[in-house]
């Protein structure tokens, strides 16, 4: 069974990088049928899409936050990372990493996340 | 205006059905999209629960029981989640989501109450 779990810092300072890391379990992240996404909540912005990558290095990002975001994949930890540069204290939520469906039914496009992981809570403060 | 809007709560009997509507922004036909929508229980993730395009182009989540389904109503430009035979274990919010200007736009939530 796939299991997603995310780790890095609670704690993120104003103005510098929030950086974390989802470690897939139970499957590869090299698999040709899905992607890797990041998504976030917060209680004033509800759940964000933040980001989404593909084994090979391909990435899509939420247009509002696109200059900020970089995502990377280490198809030999099966793991994928989020960096969020110059964070402030809207940035604090609970971050999810999860899965997204590309290969079901009548083809492959770009599904929605279909399995996520339990989520971490950053909180941006000095 | 926001791109998708769902009633802030909603409450219902054990054993009834509840319509759960996803309202698009005037403007952006729902006939277009697949929605998506997910249950979420306090201190627990987002769970998929399915996708819905049109009768032929729809997806159960993986142990998503059948009284979990979607459709849409284009007069209303909304997609619509019916859960059927409620059950106290159905108290949750639930998120739609669609692929819109590039992005994955979730609902602001509506909480689903049973009693």
């Known amino acids: 069974q796939l299991q997603l779990q995310e780790s890095g810092p609670g704690l993120v300072k104003p103005s510098e990088t929030l950086s974390l890391t989802c470690t897939v379990s139970?499957?590869?992240?090299?698999?040709?049928?899905?992607?890797w996404g990041w998504i976030r909540q917060s209680p004033g912005k509800g759940l964000e899409w933040i980001g989404t990558i593909y084994y090979s290095g391909s990435t899509y990002y939420n247009p509002s936050l696109k200059s900020r975001v970089t995502t990377s994949v280490d198809t030999s930890k099966n793991q994928f990372s989020l960096k969020l540069s110059s964070v402030t204290v809207a940035d604090t939520a609970v971050y999810y990493c999860?899965?997204?469906?590309?290969?079901?039914?009548?083809?492959?496009?770009?599904?929605?996340?279909?399995?996520w992981g339990q989520g971490t809570t950053v909180t941006v403060s000095s | 205006q926001a791109v998708l809007t769902q009633p802030s709560s909603l409450s219902a009997s054990p054993g009834a059905s509840a319509s759960l509507t996803c309202t698009l922004r005037s403007g952006i036909n729902v006939g277009t999209y697949r929605i998506y929508w997910y249950q979420q229980k306090p201190g627990s993730p987002p769970q998929y629960l399915l996708r819905?395009?049109?009768?032929?182009?729809?997806?159960?989540g993986s142990g998503v029981p059948s009284r979990f389904s979607g459709s849409k109503d284009a007069s209303a430009n909304a997609g619509i989640l019916l859960i059927s035979g409620l059950q106290s274990e159905d108290e949750a919010d639930y998120y739609c989501m669609i692929w819109h200007s590039s992005a994955w736009v979730f609902g602001g939530g509506t909480k689903l109450t049973v009693l």
């Open positions: 999860a899965r997204h469906d590309r290969c079901s039914g009548g083809g492959c496009a770009f599904y929605g996340m279909d399995v």
């Open positions: 139970g499957g590869s992240i090299s698999s040709s049928s899905y992607y």
């Open positions: 819905y395009k049109s009768d032929s182009d729809n997806q159960q």
